[in-house]
């Protein structure tokens, strides 16, 4: 996923709050009993490290890097690590909540955790982000491994970071360790078509949105916020399922066509010239301005807190699917389900990439490895169930999609919770 620097922030716009909300509405929904609330309400580890790292230059730099695990009863820990300027303790907090219900969601065995390291990784080179990231393996050494916690990549991380990372943990232990992270190269233990999973994944939940409002991919014009692995690859899936891309952005701008954009043409363009800026027969738009531009499916696949109270009464799409981790507040969700807008929560959308990534980890485990079609049948196989399952949930409640995942999610995680019981 790409550094984004869209929409402005505003005050309703905290990841923390709006994921301890989130649960909130659905525990009420769900009556959930007062024992239960408070465990799954709070994180049960958050951990702060300040390392330092030798520069090229030789100076040293001080880190700040984070990891989060919210909840573990359901299984390991799993969940990303992002390198980005604006990471901190309540973001990553926020995010290891929304991996423990979009595992749950999925029904995959892990607990949902996340990671950061407050750095523009862009700014540095090669060799100085291997030697921060080795560093920060270190610290976080800890508390992962394959039957505890399972770091993967994120915005601004990538195959060679999990790499290092692995081999870090497998050189402290002094055998190679490939299931400790996912993510990585196929070479060391990665799985084919884990790269292009969440995108996959988004696609499904677009189609099966469709199915099910009686829409036609053919006549379906899809706008796209965000064009980093997640954005790219949902862009050119869907433009094969015959949906028409009729807007994308990037971190420098976006650009709008309405007769629809080829999106190899606009990957190729990006590669060659830095941003979209110029692509030519094209509208150019800022940043956000595909949030709101004339199409019937928006796919924010940003950051978070992309749409809120300020932008989401301009948003023309009968259909939202949430490519990114909290692109909508709380305020914004009120909105939508006003205006009828049919959403698929991220922790139902972008699911396929953990669901890849447990592929990958049952892979390393049992040393024993599949094909891409099988990957992406099994993918396919999951994704959806879960969105049958969630939409099932929405009908027989009267809920919107969120709250129907969150109630699905949630009452997986109370049951084993009720199961396992209160150590000691």
Known sequence: ?????????????????????????????????????????????????????????????????????????RGPAKGGIRYHPAVSLDEVK????????????????????????????????????????RRFATEIS?????????????????????????????????????????????????????VEATGRGVMICTLDALHHLGMHAENTRVSVQGFGNVGSVSATLLERARCKIVAISDEYGGIHAPDG????????????????????????????????????????????????????GDVRASVIVEGA???????ADEIFNRNGVFLVPDILAN????????????????SFFWSEDEVNERLHSIMQRAFGEVLETAQERHLPMRMAAYCQAVSRVAAATRDRGLYP
């Open 142 to 194: 800890v508390l992962i491994g394959p039957d505890r916690d399972i770091p993967a990549p994120d915005i601004n991380t990538d195959g060679q970071i999990m790499a290092w990372i692995m081999d870090t943990i497998s050189m402290h232990e002094g055998y190679s360790v490939t299931a400790c992270v996912t993510g990585k190269p196929v070479d060391v233990g990665g799985s084919l078509g884990r």
């Open 325 to 331: 981790n909290g692109p909508t507040t709380p305020e």
């Open 261 to 312: 954009l080829n999106v190899a043409d606009v990957k190729a363009y990006r590669v060659a010239n830095g941003s979209l800026s110029g692509y030519p027969g094209a509208t150019e738009l800022a940043s956000d301005g595909t949030l709101t531009v004339d199409c019937d499916v928006l796919i924010p696949a940003a950051i978070g807190n992309q749409l809120t109270s300020h932008n989401a």
């Open 351 to 366: 699911a396929g990439g953990v669901t890849a990534s447990y592929f990958e980890w049952v892979q390393d485990l049992q």
């Open 94 to 133: 926020a995010l290891a909540m929304w991996m423990t219900w979009k595992c749950a969601v999925v029904n995959i065995p892990f607990g949902g955790a996340k990671g950061g390291v407050v750095v523009d990784p862009r700014t540095m080179s090669s060799r100085e982000v291997e030697r921060m990231t």
């Open 1 to 73: 996923m790409t550094h984004m620097q869209l929409a402005p922030q505003v005050e309703e716009a905290d990841e923390w709050r709006t994921a301890q909300r989130q649960f909130d509405i659905a525990a009420d929904i769900l009556h959930l009993e007062p024992q239960i609330r408070p465990i799954l309400r709070e994180v049960q580890r958050e951990f702060t490290c300040h390392f330092p790292v030798e520069m090229d230059d030789g100076s040293t730099r001080i880190f700040t890097g984070y990891r989060v695990q919210h909840n573990i009863v």
